[in-house]
C-alpha cells in the first residue's frame, strides 16, 4: 500500500513540474512579446471561461515566483535574470 501511495505522489510529482516548465514557456513567450516589460498577473492567470484553469494557473505560476524565476510586485510579474534555479 505505501508502494502505491509513492508512485501516486511520484506521478502528481511530474505532472506539476511539467506544467509548472509549461507555464514558465507561455510566461517567457508573453514578457518577449510585451518588450520585457512587466505583465499583470490577473490578466495573465485568469481565465474568465474556467475557474478550475485559473486556479491551477494561480498554482504553478506560485511555483514560478517561488524560486524567484518571474518577480512578483504590485500585481504585475517581470521575469527574473537569475536562470540558474532549477
Not at 16 to 43: A, M, Q, W
Amino acid at each position: 500500500m505505501d508502494v502505491m501511495k509513492l508512485d501516486k505522489f511520484s506521478q502528481s510529482e511530474e505532472v506539476t513540474t511539467r506544467e509548472v516548465e509549461n507555464v514558465l514557456l507561455i510566461l517567457k513567450k508573453t514578457s518577449e512579446d510585451h518588450g520585457h516589460c512587466p505583465i499583470c498577473y490577473f490578466e495573465f492567470v485568469t481565465n474568465p471561461m474556467s475557474f478550475a484553469q485559473t486556479i491551477e494557473n494561480v498554482f504553478y505560476t506560485s511555483f514560478l515566483i517561488r524560486v524567484r524565476r518571474f518577480h512578483y510586485s504590485n500585481c504585475y510579474l517581470q521575469f527574473s535574470l537569475v536562470e540558474n534555479l532549477s
